[in-house]
């Protein structure tokens, strides 16, 4: 609500519900969805929610093995969250580099490498230290990520010829928070359904196999730009 009513108060006249701004609006959006890399960096988008939620909900179970006491389980938490403070600065050095897909794949590298440590991958013995590292690694991967493909997705509709505007801002917007909550919610659920059947090492696969499908992505797209 309280929204809504900032939206209302701050957005241009011209930008508010009418029919014509409606009907814009509809074919601006599916004129964004007509570019292939959209898709894309939505995807970027889903995966970079996906993670957080997806070790959050199996992570405590995982634990347990280590005999930690309620403070330091909390404290385990709390250390992803507190290390996705620093996301503003990644997009302070995006903003400068001007390299998004290098950060993006640099971001999804990153996960893939974080995601290795706290499994640990199968056939490694656990160890509570490199889980730490494991997590610490994996909130700074995280922040790459999802900066970098929020950055991405909007420099993607300006590269094709659509010029910024309520809708194309809007459309960011909305894909980026569409996106990372389709993730948050797929998230949990496949924990849950992979730990079940076949353990926390094994589950973290999948997280290994979205990212990596990310890294490939990433790495062409940025030898692609250098080549230009």
């Not at 706290?118 to 700074?140: E, R």
Request: glycine fraction near 10%; aromatic fraction near 10%; include cysteine.
């Amino acid at each position: 609500m309280i929204t809504s009513v900032l939206a209302a108060w701050t957005l241009p006249k011209d930008t508010l519900n009418t029919s014509s701004s409606i009907s814009n609006s509809l074919r601006g959006y599916l004129e964004i969805l007509k570019i292939p890399s959209v898709a894309i960096f939505i995807y970027a988008c889903g995966v970079s929610g996906t993670g957080p939620e997806f070790l959050t909900a199996i992570l405590e179970p995982n634990l347990r093995q280590f005999s930690l006491g309620k403070v330091e389980v909390g404290l385990v938490f709390c250390l992803v969250a507190f290390l996705q403070l620093v996301s503003p600065l990644w997009g302070y050095l995006i903003d400068i580099l001007k390299k998004p897909h290098l950060f993006a794949l640099i971001g999804s590298i990153v996960m893939v490498t974080a995601v290795v440590m706290v499994g640990p991958f199968p056939g490694i013995n656990p160890d509570y230290g490199i889980l730490v590292a494991g997590l610490v690694t994996f909130g700074l991967a995280q922040g790459i990520l999802s900066v970098s493909s929020i950055t991405n997705l909007r420099l993607s509709i300006m590269q094709n010829g659509i010029k910024e505007s309520m809708i194309s801002i809007s459309f960011v917007s909305m894909g980026y928070l569409t996106a990372t909550s389709v993730g948050a919610t797929i998230g949990p659920l496949m924990a849950g359904v992979l730990y079940q059947e076949f353990g926390f090492q094994n589950a973290t696969l999948f997280l290994i196999v979205g990212n990596l499908i990310l890294v490939h992505i990433f790495s062409n797209l940025h030898n692609r730009n250098n080549l230009k």
